[in-house]
């Protein structure tokens, strides 16, 4: 957050689960020795700066709202496997992006088994259910332009094939509600962009189709998913960021009231602990933000 006095993600990374600490730590310092295949590792620490001395440095460059986004895809990917199993077949974590879906960029041990695992999950046992995107409805990770790869998947459809790039999956949840897809690409060497793990906020899936085993889709909800995630239309308010956004406008303005002064200090010390909490603590700052939203509002009543 540009101009906060706040020590970062440091003093919070302990807060984090170990299955999932470990993995950005192993990100880290296989990029940090040079290791083959780590060279995209956590990129968004390395964006014109230097290199992080520590996941601590790496995870405050990504921001608080983009460690909440990761935070709380492991905890969905849990929810679907409590075993770990599935998060167990990361071996590192990439890039993260947070728009019309979020999400993160991923290396997998072994991309057989982790589409193996994937597929046993259909039954749900001893978590929540996933299940394959039909050809149509993993377009959006195919390679190319998307009238190419739509002409190339409809022809593939009539075959009766299988999607030509990338398998994905998505998390049976609730339609219209965020729910996790999963994606892993099918050639190699393989492509950085069709390995990935990411949120769609509004999950076009409205159930499965036993025989196929595949995800069945709404119609609205498709094309409303669909505009969001390719334009990010209506995505949702992201409340870490947001806030963190006012704050900065504000700082250092001599009209700004001691309340808002206050407040900034409360939200220095919440802003970390919020991000690490994932879903919960998502939830929770959008209370802060209403907050903040009252005090902009009273401000400019006094003005």
């Given at each position: 957050?540009?101009?906060?006095?706040?020590?970062?993600?440091?003093?919070?990374?302990?807060?984090?689960?170990?299955?999932?600490?470990?993995a950005l730590e192993r990100s880290?310092?296989?990029?940090?020795?040079?290791?083959?295949?780590?060279?995209?590792?956590?990129?968004?620490?390395?964006?014109?700066?230097?290199?992080?001395?520590?996941?601590?440095?790496?995870?405050?460059?990504?921001?608080?709202?983009?460690v909440n986004i990761v935070v709380?895809?492991?905890?969905?990917?849990?929810?679907?496997?409590?075993?770990?199993?599935?998060?167990?077949?990361?071996?590192?974590?990439?890039?993260?992006?947070?728009?019309?879906?979020?999400?993160?960029?991923?290396?997998?041990?072994?991309?057989?088994?982790?589409?193996?695992?994937?597929?046993?999950?259909?039954?749900?046992?001893?978590?929540?259910?996933?299940?394959?995107?039909?050809?149509?409805?993993?377009?959006?990770?195919?390679?190319?332009?998307?009238?190419?790869?739509?002409?190339?998947?409809?022809?593939?459809?009539?075959?009766?094939?299988?999607?030509?790039?990338?398998?994905?999956?998505?998390?049976?949840?609730?339609?219209?509600?965020?729910?996790?897809?999963?994606?892993?690409?099918?050639?190699?060497?393989?492509?950085?962009?069709?390995?990935?793990?990411?949120?769609?906020?509004?999950?076009?899936?409205?159930?499965?189709?036993?025989?196929?085993?595949?995800?069945?889709?709404?119609?609205?909800?498709?094309?409303?998913?669909?505009v969001q995630a390719r334009f990010?239309?209506?995505?949702?308010?992201?409340?870490?960021?947001?806030?963190?956004?006012?704050?900065?406008?504000?700082?250092?303005?001599?009209?700004?009231?001691?309340?808002?002064?206050?407040?900034?200090?409360?939200?220095?010390?919440?802003?970390?602990?919020?991000?690490?909490?994932?879903?919960?603590?998502?939830?929770?700052?959008?209370?802060?933000?209403?907050?903040?939203?009252?005090?902009?509002?009273?401000?400019?009543?006094?003005?």
């Open positions: 957050m540009t101009g906060s006095p706040d020590a970062g993600a440091g003093p919070h990374v302990a807060g984090l689960a170990g299955p999932l600490r470990e880290l310092a296989d990029r940090l020795a040079r290791r083959p295949g780590a060279e995209l590792n956590l990129d968004n620490a390395f964006w014109g700066a230097p290199e992080p001395r520590d996941l601590g440095e790496a995870l405050t460059r990504f921001g608080p709202t983009c709380r895809i492991f905890e969905r990917i849990r929810d679907i496997d409590p075993t770990l199993g599935l998060w167990m077949q990361i071996r590192y974590l990439r890039n993260v992006w947070c728009g019309g879906s979020a999400g993160f960029k991923v290396v997998y041990v072994e991309p057989a088994a982790m589409r193996e695992r994937l597929d046993h999950h259909f039954a749900g046992a001893g978590g929540r259910r996933v299940a394959r995107d039909t050809i149509l409805g993993g377009i959006e990770h195919q390679r190319g332009a998307l009238l190419g790869s739509l002409t190339a998947s409809m022809a593939e459809l009539f075959r009766g094939g299988e999607p030509l790039d990338a398998d994905s999956w998505r998390e049976v949840h609730r339609p219209d509600q965020e729910a996790v897809h999963l994606c892993v690409g099918k050639h190699e060497p393989r492509p950085p962009e069709l390995d990935d793990i990411h949120l769609d906020w509004r999950s076009p899936v409205v159930g499965v189709d036993e025989e196929s085993r595949r995800c069945r889709y709404g119609l609205l909800i498709g094309v409303v998913h669909w990010g239309l209506g995505k949702p308010v992201f409340p870490i960021q947001s806030i963190d956004d006012r704050v900065a406008a504000l700082a250092g303005r001599h009209e700004a009231p001691a309340r808002w002064a206050e407040f900034t200090a409360r939200w220095r010390d919440a802003r970390w602990p919020l991000a690490l909490r994932g879903g919960d603590g998502a939830a929770e700052a959008q209370t802060w933000l209403r907050e903040c939203d009252e005090l902009a509002a009273a401000q400019r009543a006094d003005a």
